[in-house]
């Protein structure tokens, strides 16, 4: 089984079309004077293994799917809890809440860490639920960033308790940060995420400022009727702060009462943008970003577009997951998942675990299945699932 998903992975890096998003990694499509594809396609299993060992770049296998994308960027959410509420994202009456036994402990992250790191992953993101409530989460940063090979630790948070463990995050070594913040007005905040903290939240936005963090991210997700009325407000942020302003289409997850007609598009957004500021620069794009950059000339900051709904990236998606239970998801809105906790509570080897690693990326659909029918599908809540 877990050879023939292995064939199945390694005839999909032979049909690779060679996008590659693994910073700095060589490429995997054979180079200037080796065998072309379509001669390397009607070799047999064993002739393709020895091709690809012999010809192919050194980017793990197990990470790459059947349509050539490499996976160097592993999500973790650390745990499922949340010190907010926030409408869109868990419903009103929370989410039952797995066991502690049955969530991943620090080591357990530490050991698939490696793992992920070891095949290539050169970028980790811890997310939750809101990753700062976990305990050991300044442990987890460093040990993260003793593993040779990976370049970028990143947190998204809520912000909420952000001032105060940013430095220690900083010194243990985080690279990257994430915040959340949905509208200006503190009455409107206290409603989206039933809970109140608006300033501790700009405290943490400051905060990561002053410690030299760039850009600083700022993750807003738009609803009609709620804050579309606040984007020229965060554009105006950007212009006098470094920060990129990412501007998150409303996305459906079980529980979260999307509806279409409260999702803002990108191009409905970026109409309102162009009419107050017609002289928005668009930003080149970066290889494998999700997001589409502008920028207000003469702005310290940026914004962004992550048109996960109206202008899918599937075609660049380079991510996995895991969740807090340590179940693998290879696509946010699909609802396969593989333990890894319970495999490697049973003792599996590095090698097993590669094994259940690459059929599950192997099974990586093509394109998530477009918002209304992901609005349909039973998935986990988004707080479950890890941002
Ligand atoms: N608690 C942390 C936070 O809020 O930043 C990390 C987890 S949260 C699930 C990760 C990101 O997902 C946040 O930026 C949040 O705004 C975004 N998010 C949650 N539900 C969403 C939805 N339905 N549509 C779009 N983005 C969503
Ligand atoms: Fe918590 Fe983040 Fe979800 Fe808001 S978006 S409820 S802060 S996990």
Same mark, same amino acid.
Request: include cysteine; aromatic fraction near 6%; hydrophobic fraction near 40%.
């Given at each position: 089984?877990?050879?023939?998903? *292995? ?18 990694? +060589?490429?995997? *499509? ?6 072309? %594809? ?52 868990? +419903? ?42 976990? +305990? ?25 308790? *952000?001032?105060? *463990?940013?430095?220690? %995050? ?157 179940? %693998? ?54 707080? %479950?699932?890890?941002?």
């Amino acid at each position: 089984m877990a050879a023939r998903s *292995l064939f199945r992975t390694v005839s999909g890096l032979l049909r690779a079309a060679g996008r590659s998003c693994s910073s700095g990694g +060589p490429v995997t *499509l054979p180079r200037r004077g080796e065998p072309a %594809l379509p001669e390397a396609q009607a070799l047999s299993p064993a002739r393709r293994r020895e091709f690809l060992r012999d010809h192919a770049a050194p980017f793990s296998a197990f990470l790459t799917d059947t349509f050539g994308r490499r996976h160097n960027y592993l999500r973790i959410s650390l745990t499922e809890k949340c010190n907010l509420r926030c409408q869109y994202c868990m +419903p009103e009456e929370g989410v039952p809440l797995t066991p502690k036994a049955d969530l991943l402990t620090t080591k357990e992250i530490l050991i698939l860490s490696q793992l992920f790191v070891k095949e290539g992953v050169d970028k980790i993101r811890l997310t939750g639920g809101e990753p700062l409530i976990r +305990p050991d989460v300044l442990d987890i940063v460093g040990q993260l960033h003793q593993l040779d090979g990976l370049k970028s630790i990143a947190i998204t948070t809520n912000g909420i308790n *952000l001032a105060r *463990l940013l430095p220690q %995050l900083q010194r243990a070594g985080l690279s990257g940060i994430n915040i959340s913040l949905d509208t200006l007005v503190p009455a409107k905040f206290e409603f989206i995420t039933r809970r109140k903290g608006f300033h501790k939240v700009m405290e943490g936005i400051h905060k990561a400022i002053e410690l030299g963090f760039y850009p600083v991210k700022v993750n807003c997700v738009v609803m009609r009727g709620f804050n579309e009325d606040e984007l020229l407000d965060f554009v105006a942020l950007s212009e006098g702060l470094p920060l990129d302003v990412r501007f998150i289409e409303y996305m459906p997850f079980d529980g979260n009462k999307w509806n279409f007609k409260k999702m803002v598009s990108y191009k409905e957004m970026l109409d309102m943008i162009h009419q107050r500021w017609p002289e928005l620069e668009k930003l080149p794009e970066e290889a494998c970003s999700t997001s589409k950059a502008f920028k207000v000339p003469g702005s310290r900051g940026q914004i962004s577009f992550i048109t996960s709904m109206s202008e899918h990236f599937c075609g660049d998606c380079n991510r996995l997951r895991i969740t807090a239970d340590g179940n %693998l998801k290879v696509c946010l809105f699909g609802n396969s998942e593989v333990s890894l906790r319970d495999h490697l509570r049973s003792g599996a080897s590095e090698e097993e675990l590669l094994n259940i690693i690459g059929a599950a990326v192997g099974r990586k659909k093509k394109q998530h299945a477009g918002m209304f029918n992901i609005a349909q599908m039973k998935n986990r809540p988004m707080i %479950l699932i890890g941002g």
